[in-house]
């Protein structure tokens, strides 16, 4: 009979490790052996609350009545967590396995690796997150979120698996994240850094950027094929990012990302020179010139990685001693000086490639209260003037407007 036992416990809190009392919830529970067909009594310990103890119990029921409940008391943390990685590799992009893999060997098996998966408590979760926090990690709150987030989806798969039957990483709030405003460039800021750039090789993916709203790895992946200059339009349709063991030509993440964008005058002016220099490069270097056919490439026409072009950019304006942004700024840059020009939140939104509009507004939440406020002024201005703005030249009481 499985049955749910309060107990207290001691625990420390503060600098000065201050002693408290709290209490504890342990279910225990049976299970019939597969292997020997015997009872096999056990327990999961060191719940919170009441309701997390619950929930686990009728999981574990209701897994039972479903005949899909299969104990694995040996595997440990570090041993699953190797296997689950073996087979997101398989379907992650090189650059997320990556991280996942890093959050797995510096941070997870370190710390929790030796521990039964099965006897995995929301304690230990909690006690990882509280250890990585240390100065001597120097990792921020966002990290540590994100590590906690690769270990609950690890965990969940096992539940999936039957491997365990809770995920006990999945009722851990994350830590709480102030968000910090993004420097950005302003309109004469960005005129002084295109000035500066001028003739270099980094003019054409600052431009692109700034003017277009283009991430890294899209600067790097245009291709001269992809641009159209009879409908002064360009396809961003693929990206430079990290695949297997180095960088190469990859298609976008998401269906919004692939996206045809209008080519303001001023970028089709920088594109001609770069065209210009590319050929110049091309006739000196002669068959040793690689023909990646690429807008954006270093002087061997070879493909540059997002990494090195942030950096040169980095060295670049801390050279001409201009603030300091990074060169994903400049996108962010773009969009808040099309939204300050009051172009409609959803064009900007399909410019940038965003997925849904609101993550523009999420991420251009400043931008887009000031224009909230902007539009109540308008209201005052029209209803609390003394002024009738809103003249009809036919005189008619109303005026039906139909939607389409």
């Not at 279910?27 to 309701?51: D, H, I, M, Q, W």
Request: glycine share 6%.
């Amino acid at each position: 009979m499985a049955s749910i036992r309060k107990r207290e416990i001691q625990y420390k809190v503060g600098k000065d490790g201050n002693v408290r009392k709290g209490f504890a919830y342990d279910v225990y529970y049976s299970y019939k052996n597969p292997a020997t067909g015997k009872l096999k009594r056990t327990s999961k310990k060191g719940f919170k609350t009441k309701e997390e103890a619950k929930a686990f119990l009728i999981e574990f029921e209701n897994n039972k009545i479903r005949g899909t409940f299969r104990a694995n008391t040996k595997l440990t943390v570090r041993d699953y967590l190797t296997t689950w990685l073996e087979v997101k590799k398989q379907s992650k992009a090189t650059s997320t396995f990556v991280n996942y893999s890093n959050y797995v060997r510096k941070h997870i098996s370190p710390h929790i690796g030796g521990i039964c998966i099965s006897e995995l408590l929301s304690e230990d979760i909690i006690r990882l997150r509280k250890e990585l926090l240390k100065p001597k990690y120097g990792l921020k709150k966002v990290t540590i979120n994100s590590v906690v987030m690769v270990l609950s989806m690890a965990l969940s798969d096992a539940v999936k698996q039957k491997i365990i039957v809770y995920n006990v990483a999945r009722d851990i709030d994350s830590l709480k994240v102030q968000k910090k405003e993004v420097p950005i460039y302003d309109v004469q800021q960005i005129k002084k850094l295109l000035r500066v750039m001028e003739g270099s090789d980094l003019e054409c993916p600052i431009a692109l950027a700034a003017f277009c709203g283009l991430r890294r790895g899209e600067v790097l992946g245009l291709k001269w094929s992809d641009i159209n200059e009879e409908s002064k339009t360009m396809h961003i349709r693929q990206q430079v990012a990290l695949i297997d063991d180095g960088f190469g030509l990859k298609e976008l993440k998401t269906k919004s990302s692939n996206r045809i964008i209008n080519i303001p005058n001023v970028v089709l002016d920088i594109l001609n020179k770069q065209k210009l220099r590319q050929n110049t490069n091309r006739l000196k270097i002669g068959v040793d010139y690689n023909e990646h056919n690429l807008v954006c490439c270093d002087y061997l026409g070879r493909i540059m990685s997002p990494g090195y072009l942030s950096e040169k950019f980095g060295d670049n304006i801390s050279r001409y001693n201009l603030p300091k942004i990074t060169f994903h700024s400049l996108r962010h840059s773009y969009a808040t000086i099309m939204l300050n020009q009051n172009a409609p939140l959803k064009i900007v939104s399909t410019l940038l490639g965003h997925a849904r509009i609101s993550t523009t507004a999420d991420v251009y939440m400043k931008v887009v209260d000031e224009k909230k406020m902007e539009a109540a002024k308008m209201i005052d201005e029209v209803f609390l003037s003394g002024k009738d703005n809103c003249k009809n030249p036919k005189n008619e009481r109303f005026r039906i407007i139909k939607l389409h």
